[in-house]
């Protein structure tokens, strides 16, 4: 079976400061999907980044950025001079190809303070 | 992108009512939509996986008998809550899988049971 593990369950930082969210996977499958889902206090689930299991570089978007690391089985997720709209639950989840289940991690919840 | 909308987005009901969700994909066909259950400060649970024509597909541990999914056309999921109590009072979640594995989500419906 698959898990997804975010440790941090809550993290608090000053606006522009940067801050990383930590996200474990474990999976006997070498084909899986990864992703990266932000809450914010309304609730709607935005995407954020779809990674397939082949790929391991890493991405950036604007003030984001992701780090794929298969070796030690994380996709951890970086956000650079943080805002105040950055505020909210970002979940990690993964997916097996050919499997509709989504597995979700239990989530951080990003405070960034003004 | 893909757009899933889901109806109402807030409900209040009292004990033992039934109450309807709906779930619909706007700009797309979904053959598979997902439903999910999300408890305060928690993850999301997946209760089950409904498919356009067939029987839904419940997670373990899921009452099919309380949680009814229907699944009518390619573009509407529905989850009644049938007599609900205050501990079905939850955040319930849908999504639609759009292709290759990418579900895209609905903006989630409040439930209170009072």
């Known amino acids: 079976a698959q898990k997804v593990t975010q440790a941090q369950t809550e993290i608090s930082v000053v606006e522009k400061e940067d801050v990383t969210l930590d996200c474990v996977y474990e999976t006997r499958d070498t084909t899986y999907y990864l992703f990266w889902y932000k809450q914010p206090p309304s609730g709607e689930l935005v995407f954020l980044i779809r990674r397939n299991s082949f790929d391991e570089q890493n991405e950036i978007s604007g003030r984001y950025s992701w780090n794929f690391q298969k070796s030690t089985s994380s996709f951890n997720f970086t956000i650079t001079a943080s805002q105040v709209v950055d505020s909210a639950v970002y979940f990690c989840?993964?997916?097996?190809?050919?499997?509709?289940?989504?597995?979700f991690g239990t989530g951080t919840r990003l405070t960034i303070i003004p | 992108g893909a757009v899933v909308s889901q109806h109402p987005s807030r409900v209040i009901c009292k004990s033992g009512t039934s109450v309807k969700i709906e779930c619909r994909s706007l700009d797309f066909q979904a053959t598979t939509m997902f439903w999910y259950r999300q408890f305060p400060k928690q993850s999301l649970m997946l209760m089950a996986t409904?498919?356009?024509?067939?029987?839904?597909?419940?997670e373990q541990g899921v009452e099919k008998d309380k949680f009814l999914i229907n699944h009518a056309s390619l573009t509407l999921s529905t989850l009644t809550v049938t007599s609900a109590h205050p501990e079905d009072s939850s955040f319930y979640i849908c999504?639609?899988?759009?292709?290759?594995?990418?579900?895209?989500f609905g903006p989630g419906t409040r439930l209170t049971v009072l």
């Open positions: 989840a993964l997916i097996l190809f050919g499997n509709e289940k989504l597995t």
């Open positions: 999504s639609a899988e759009w292709t290759d594995n990418e579900q895209f």
């Open positions: 409904s498919n356009e024509g067939s029987k839904a597909t419940y």
